[in-house]
């Protein structure tokens, strides 16, 4: 069985595609999103589970995003679904919590894979003020409290009041 739509969300046009094999409890299950210049706004944190909401609270994300999303269940009673998240980022800005040191014109790549508790940043680039920043990483929650391995680049960056402010007490 398969199946093609497209439809709107956020004023954005969505395209879906999925595939179902052997109904029942055998299935095997798969299914594409794809939304382009998707805003993350607020209307977009209220619609994400609470444990996505809490992150994106956390980080304060703001701006467009290219999104692909994937579920798939593989064939078998008792299966879960496993899910890979995309996200091409554009025009964004972020004020982390814990680093409130604001960051504009960030894009880059972020990616989520449910089956492994994991996300990666790729070429991740943005401004603070005149400074350019680029990083990449990845953070792993498979393990509790998780772990977070990011490497942090910036040209041009000051020694000064927002980034003092910016530091842990």
């Known amino acids: 069985f398969s199946i093609e739509m497209a439809g709107v969300a956020g004023g954005r046009n969505v395209d879906v595609k ?3 094999k052997n109904f ?3 299935a095997e299950t ?4 794809e939304v382009h210049q998707f805003p993350l706004d607020d209307r977009f944190r209220q619609a994400c589970a609470p444990e996505m909401r809490a992150i994106l609270d956390n980080i ?3 701006g467009w995003a290219d999104v692909y999303f994937s579920m798939y269940r593989p064939p078998g009673p008792g299966q879960s679904f496993q899910t890979t998240l995309g996200a ?6 972020v004020l982390l919590k814990a680093f409130p040191y604001r960051v504009t014109n960030l894009s880059g790549i972020v990616t989520y894979r449910s089956d492994l508790a994991y996300w990666t940043f790729q070429d991740l680039q ?8 680029a990083a990449s990483g990845f953070f ?3 393990i509790p409290p998780g772990e977070l391995k990011m490497t942090i680049t910036t040209k041009g960056a000051a020694l000064d009041e927002s980034l003092y402010q910016a530091l842990p007490k």
């Open 18 to 20: 999925g595939e179902i």
């Open 24 to 26: 029942g409890p055998e």
């Open 30 to 33: 798969r299914f594409a999103i």
């Open 60 to 62: 304060n994300l703001t």
């Open 88 to 93: 091409r980022l554009a025009n964004c800005e």
């Open 126 to 133: 943005g401004n603070h003020e005149t400074a350019t920043l």
């Open 140 to 142: 792993s929650h498979a």
